[in-house]
Nanobody
Framework: QVQLVESGGGLVQPGGSLRLSCAASSGTLDYYAVGWFRQAPGKEREGISCISSIDGSTYYSDSVKGRFTISRDKAMNTVYLQMNSLKPGDTALYYC?????????????????????WGKGTLVTVSS
């Protein structure tokens, strides 16, 4: 079992930046694929980024490509999501998730595939 805890959300003006963190209570996140997801009010959950284990390949949805960056800090056992050039449409509850499958890669069809350990989320609000 692992518990994931997201942090770093808040209120930011359009064009601003935030860095979200996804920390694991146990286990070594570096061994597993980790994804970031978001859900805006009244909308379906959207997979926005994923980082594979082993080679650290990164993937992004078209909605965030070029603005968001996913990365790992092995020492901190944390996965980050750096979000730049934020827009009001980025307002959502942001979640991270992992699959605890050693050496796993992200699914390019659906970032959520196989992800069965989820955090409770951190709220990001982009507004002037």
């Amino acid at each position: 079992q692992v518990q994931l805890v997201e942090s770093g959300g808040g209120l930011v003006q359009p064009g601003g930046s935030l860095r979200l963190s996804c920390a694991a209570s146990s286990g070594t996140l570096d061994y597993y694929a980790v994804g970031w997801f978001r859900q805006a009010p009244g909308k379906e959950r959207e997979g926005i980024s994923c980082i594979s284990s082993i080679d650290g390949s990164t993937y992004y949805s078209d909605s965030v490509k070029g603005r968001f960056t996913i990365s790992r800090d092995k020492a901190m056992n944390t996965v980050y999501l750096q979000m730049n050039s934020l827009k009001p449409g980025d307002t959502a509850l942001y979640y991270c998730a992992t699959n605890l499958v050693y050496g796993s890669r992200c699914s390019l069809i659906n970032f959520a595939a196989g992800m069965n350990y989820w955090g409770k989320g951190t709220l990001v609000t982009v507004s002037s």
